[in-house]
């Protein structure tokens, strides 16, 4: 499996950036997708998930305002950023979790400025 995130950009405090996550390869073996980020000098954090039987988690600070989903006709995930905070400056990364293991895309980045 290889994943292709893309969406990041930058955007005003209260604004809001959709990510996208293509997945290519064995689709098939994808069981959970997600999202993580990395702010500068910070280790990275999960962020959200989503199983295949459509269950979604969110961390705290994602709660109400972010909203992960999937496509499985175009085996893409997204994640949909609303009320976006100059704290949700990162780099995001998508992820997958496979029969074969754990998959991770390249970053995008997200500068949410004040």
């Known amino acids: 499996v290889q994943l292709q995130a893309s969406g990041g950009g930058l955007v005003q405090a209260g604004g809001s950036l959709r990510l996208s996550c293509a997945a290519s390869?064995?689709?098939?073996?994808?069981?959970?997708m997600g999202w993580y980020r990395q702010a500068p000098g910070k280790q990275r954090e999960w962020v959200a998930v989503?199983?295949?039987?459509?269950?979604?988690n969110y961390a705290v600070f994602a709660k109400g305002r972010f909203t992960i989903s999937r496509d499985i006709a175009k085996n893409t995930a997204y994640l949909q950023m609303n009320s976006l905070k100059p704290e949700d400056t990162a780099v995001y990364y998508c992820n997958a979790i496979t029969s074969r293991g754990s998959v991770w895309g390249q970053g995008t980045q997200v500068t949410v400025s004040s």
């Open positions: 390869g064995s689709i098939g073996n994808i069981n959970v």
């Open positions: 989503i199983m295949n039987d459509g269950t979604r």
